[in-house]
């Protein structure tokens, strides 16, 4: 994401003119993907989807393996394989001419937040924005995702507290530096508030880490009124970082070019 500044004069008379100054912000746009819970699909997205691009943003939505069109997999899919598709998403969105591969943002629900955590240590993230994000054990990663709930460790393990350096999603929020949003829901009885602090430990090292709950919302926020909160969340939070990244950007060029036109010295 940059800014051009360019002066030039601009002819009022034959002879006579007035000098300006005009900011050009980059062609390429932010790139945001959108990361489905299990057992949903990008259609739930496509909503917040609209309004980003409104925003300014390319969005990109779609279907992990193992749903949807593919739910004939469900059984049998792994976290890695679709690790795997949520890479594939983020390279081709990255790949596109018209994004700013610099100013990425993936915004994951539930077992998507899970996976997102763990793309932004495979790929550069600038904007992780996490919703009631699933934790699971490190092993059994081969296992098909249906059958680590079968583990009656697991929800031992998502009520105590775990440690960055033992789980591979907390490792890599540890290691994460861009600006990080993180919703929970007030009456979530899938993922308890334990792992939200997990997340939320981890993720001290981040630029920033923006923490909502939800009030009234259930697990898969049923309710319309707390579907409208989220989004309305979501939504600032992304106009703060994009608007206020422009910003910044855009403050910088100028005092860069007034230091010139001080020093004499270019920019």
Known sequence: MDVELDRLDIEVVEGDAVQATVLVPQR???GALFVHGWGGSQDQDLSRAREMAALGCVCLTFDLRGHHANAVRKDVVTRGQNLQDLCAAYDWLASQSHVDAEAMAVIGVS????LAALLSELRPVRWLALRTPALYLDRDWDVPKKRLHDDPELVRYRNREVPAQDNRALRACARFRGDALLVEAEHDHIIPRQVIDNYAGALGKA????????PGADHGFSEKVAQ????????AWMTEMVVGSRAA?????V????????TGVPA
Do not use: C, N
Not at 111 to 114: L, V
Not at 207 to 214: A, D, F, G, H
Not at 255 to 262: G, P
């Open 228 to 235: 409208r909160h989220y989004t309305d969340v979501l939504m």
């Open 255 to 262: 005092r860069a070019d007034k230091h010139a036109r001080r």
């Open 111 to 114: 077992y998507g937040g899970y």
């Open 28 to 30: 390429e746009l932010p």
């Open 249 to 253: 950007i855009a403050a910088s060029k």
């Open 207 to 214: 630029q920033s880490l923006t923490r909502r709950m939800i």
